[in-house]
């Protein structure tokens, strides 16, 4: 305002949003200092302030705090301040009536939770060393500071010394442990071995167990991608070599069958009831077959057949002899040449890797 106010008038807008004025009025610009009539606080206001924004005091209004009765407010909710007050929102160094601990709540989270903010006595405080102490009885050493139950912490398996990075909420109410140990998870070094042990050689790092891994499967020397997951369930792998229905837990053979008009042999697996029969399959089609070796357990027959193909792929170096033209009911990645190996060799290196197995 360019004009200034009768200071009557003047003084009629300030009680009208509850101050009263405990000086003589100037002017619009000099901060007036007057009482709230309701809380009794005194505010320093310019009255082109008031004008402008309709507002009245301070305190009430939350903008401002008187430090006394913020601390007697404190007290009130149990806590005794052992600083002088600075801001609402800032962490205010406190004694807590209750457990006697020096805690740091806010005066604005003391006041709208109505009374909370000891974070001994809400049991959800740990200390650095109880939380320790935690994850070592469940056999998890700690590497580094802890922070809180919600940030991963990175620890170190004192039984498979594996590193991971548990959540201390996660182990505290779960009362689990190692990943790795419980068969949660599975590091890299120990999932390459599974896939190899299932006859494949990945060509890039190990991700989770349900993603694509692209790998060469030795038994074809195709480029295919399984999970892992699907490997070690036996319900997945190589998309040229799979045996459609065959069932791991379930009794099955391995079979060796010549062709003499192809001029080749052939070493698979089957589930002994399975409809239509493996074998019965291929001697429609000109296989005879010369060996069978029998398996109460179907993941027998199929670490066999594993076993022996990467021997015969990566040591003998004997690559698949037909293609799937040759071979319309299907199997042509487990074929091989007798011009290559003999039925005998087969028979007798099939016969060595079940007597290695069974001493297992």
């Known amino acids: 305002m360019g004009k200034r106010l009768d200071p009557k008038e003047a003084e009629a807008v300030m009680l009208g949003v509850g101050l009263k004025p405990l000086e003589p009025y100037l002017n619009n610009h000099h901060k007036w200092q007057t009482r709230c009539l309701k809380c009794d606080e005194v505010n320093e206001k310019t009255l082109k302030s008031v004008l402008k924004n309709n507002l009245g005091c301070v305190f009430c209004g939350g903008k401002r705090i008187n430090p006394v009765k913020a601390s007697e407010r404190m007290l009130e909710r149990g806590f005794i301040t052992l600083e002088p007050f600075k801001k609402s929102a800032e962490p205010w160094k406190s004694e807590c009536v209750s457990c006697g601990n020096t805690v740091y709540p806010s005066y604005k989270y003391v006041i709208t939770q109505d009374g909370k903010g000891c974070k001994h006595c809400s049991h959800t405080f740990v200390s650095p060393e109880d939380a320790r102490q935690l994850m070592l009885q469940h056999g998890l050493e700690p590497l580094e500071p802890y ?12 039984k ?13 109410y779960r009362q689990g442990g190692c990943k790795y140990c419980s068969g949660n998870s599975i590091t890299h070094e120990n999932a390459l071995l599974v896939m190899q042990k299932a006859g494949y050689e990945p060509q890039e790092p190990y991700k989770d167990s349900k993603t694509k891994w692209k790998s060469i499967h030795i038994q074809c020397g195709s480029l295919v991608s399984p999970k892992l997951n699907t490997i070690t369930t036996g319900t997945g792998g190589c998309r040229n070599c799979s045996t459609i229905g065959y069932e791991v837990n379930k009794s099955a053979f391995v079979y060796v069958m010549e062709n003499s008009a192809l001029n080749s042999i052939k070493v698979g697996i089957g ?37 022996f193909f990467s021997w015969l792929r990566k040591k003998k ?32 290196k099939l016969r060595e890797i079940v007597g290695e197995l069974s001493s297992v």
């Open 147 to 158: 922070k809180n139950s919600m940030t991963p912490w990175k620890c170190k398996c004192l």
């Open 160 to 172: 498979c010394g594996e590193i991971s990075t548990p959540m201390y909420s996660v182990v505290n």
């Open 271 to 307: 589930n002994q009831d399975s409809k239509p029969n493996r074998i019965k399959v291929h001697e429609k089609h000109g296989w005879v077959s010369i060996e069978v070796f029998i398996f109460q357990n179907g993941w027998d027959a199929l670490n066999i057949e594993t076993a």
């Open 317 to 348: 170096g004997i690559k698949a002899h037909l293609n799937i033209g040759q071979t319309p009911q299907s199997g042509w990645s487990e074929t091989m040449s007798a011009s290559e190996i003999t039925s005998q060799e087969v028979i007798s």
